[in-house]
């Protein structure tokens, strides 16, 4: 079950259940069956038949002084390819309006944790490192893959009261 808030413009209407229970069908054809329950004040439960249909979700990502011999649509879907599968650039991407940031639309694998830096070859045979944003991706817990929190903060890692002592702090007091 996946609980979820949609995030709207101030110009835009409400979702209905309905609305979104076609969206989501339009987008990503192949999911099996599932139902959308509104919960109130813009929340929604989200109830699918299997995990499966969990694992993959569209994030927009920009990739801030990124130099613009990188900005064709081809180059940035090669980029992107290491995050994830490209769907699409962001349209003032691809006519270049905006100079600060290229941004594209990634289905990414939410079991695997998501670069936040890729290594980009040149044609002549050097490379550099780019930094990979991602706009409103929650934070993915690397133990148990839940959407939300951090392994830092999971409730599923076995945390031992007794802390391991280190090389060094064994040998101490040994005389």
């Given at each position: 079950?996946?609980?979820?808030?949609v995030?709207?413009?101030l110009?835009?209407?409400?979702?209905?259940?309905s609305d979104?229970?076609?969206?989501p069908?339009?987008?990503?054809?192949?999911?099996?069956a599932w139902?959308v329950i509104p919960v109130?004040?813009g929340?929604?439960?989200?109830?699918?038949s299997?995990d499966e249909?969990?694992?993959?979700?569209?994030v927009?990502?920009?990739?801030?002084?990124l130099?613009?011999?990188?900005?064709?649509p081809?180059?940035?879907?090669?980029?992107?390819n290491?995050i994830?599968v490209?769907?699409?650039?962001d349209?003032?991407?691809?006519?270049?309006?905006?100079?600060?940031?290229?941004?594209?639309?990634?289905d990414?694998?939410?079991?695997?944790?998501?670069?936040?830096e890729?290594?980009?070859k040149?044609?002549?045979?050097?490379s550099?490192?780019?930094?990979?944003?991602?706009e409103?991706?929650?934070?993915?817990?690397?133990?148990c893959?839940n959407?939300g929190?951090?392994?830092?903060?999971?409730?599923?890692v076995?945390r031992?009261s007794?802390?391991?002592?280190?090389?060094?702090?064994?040998?101490?007091?040994r005389?």
């Amino acid at each position: 079950m996946l609980i979820g808030r949609v995030q709207l413009g101030l110009k835009d209407k409400p979702y209905s259940a309905s609305d979104l229970s076609h969206k989501p069908s339009l987008l990503w054809g192949s999911l099996r069956a599932w139902k959308v329950i509104p919960v109130g004040k813009g929340y929604f439960t989200f109830s699918f038949s299997t995990d499966e249909d969990l694992s993959t979700i569209w994030v927009w990502v920009r990739f801030w002084d990124l130099g613009l011999e990188f900005w064709e649509p081809r180059t940035l879907f090669e980029i992107a390819n290491g995050i994830g599968v490209p769907v699409k650039v962001d349209a003032n991407t691809r006519e270049r309006r905006v100079g600060l940031f290229a941004r594209i639309l990634v289905d990414i694998d939410l079991s695997v944790v998501p670069p936040h830096e890729l290594v980009v070859k040149r044609k002549c045979g050097s490379s550099f490192v780019q930094t990979v944003d991602y706009e409103k991706l929650s934070d993915i817990c690397a133990h148990c893959g839940n959407v939300g929190h951090l392994v830092t903060a999971c409730k599923y890692v076995h945390r031992s009261s007794d802390p391991v002592p280190m090389d060094n702090e064994t040998e101490k007091g040994r005389g």
